[in-house]
């Protein structure tokens, strides 16, 4: 029962939140209100009002920004999108990284800026310094590192695609941590991968960016 009325609460605060994105209350690349700010105002808890922000950070419309807050990415709910993605198979999921996510690392081998490659050693370290730790925290900054990635393509259909899936991605590897021993070996993967795009290696960087997948 506290499960079901939880979700109830979640589900009220995004449908408010998203009346407020949706009216015109915050403008697109605005920096949201924050968490304490936003319980008070919808009258809920902090830990209802991020759980409701994760939901919009997956669906499209917030981008959360590690130590910066939350930002308005789009007024256009693709909520429909992302609930056809999240009931896709596991072994769809997977067909589907193979063809945007590998194919978009072998572009950004290509072409990445040495801005790009800072941001990715930047999530990189984030990504390591919670790898043994906690799940949730690890995921979160894992899945900045992958779509830093898929941004170092410079194609912005790619990156907007990219960011409608993570939360697939999210819900995979959040199960996959919780129920197999973490494996150091394939967390190495990442680096490798960010060595070969910083070598501009297309192929090689494609071809690890399959091994991660599959692992």
Not at 24 to 47: D, Y
Not at 106 to 131: I, P, Y
Not at 145 to 172: C, K, T
Not at 181 to 203: S, T, W, Y
Request: one cysteine or more.
């Amino acid at each position: 029962m506290t499960l079901l009325i939880k979700r109830s609460l979640v589900e009220q605060a995004v449908d408010q939140l998203r009346n407020r994105i949706t009216s015109g209350t915050w403008a697109i690349g605005q920096r949201l209100p924050t968490e304490p700010e936003l319980a008070l105002e919808l009258g809920i808890s902090r830990n209802t009002v991020r759980e409701a922000m994760r939901v919009l950070a997956f669906s499209g419309l917030v981008e959360i920004r590690q130590g910066d807050g939350s930002y308005l990415r789009t007024a256009q709910d693709p909520l429909q999108a992302v609930q056809a993605m999240s009931r896709c198979t596991s072994e769809q999921a997977r067909e589907t990284r193979h063809i945007l996510e590998a194919e978009a690392i072998g572009l950004a081998a290509l072409r990445r800026t040495e801005d790009d490659l800072a941001r990715l050693r930047e999530a990189l370290a984030d990504s390591a310094a919670h790898f043994h730790g906690d799940v949730e925290a690890y995921v979160t900054c894992d899945l900045v590192f992958h779509q830093r990635l898929v941004d170092a393509a410079h194609n912005p259909a790619l990156s907007e695609l990219y960011r409608y899936f993570s939360g697939v991605v999210a819900a995979a590897l959040q199960l996959n941590m919780t129920t197999a021993p973490r494996c150091q070996k394939v967390f190495d993967l990442h680096g490798q991968i960010l060595d070969a795009i910083e070598q501009r290696d297309a192929e090689r960087a494609k071809r690890l960016s399959r091994t991660l997948i599959e692992s």
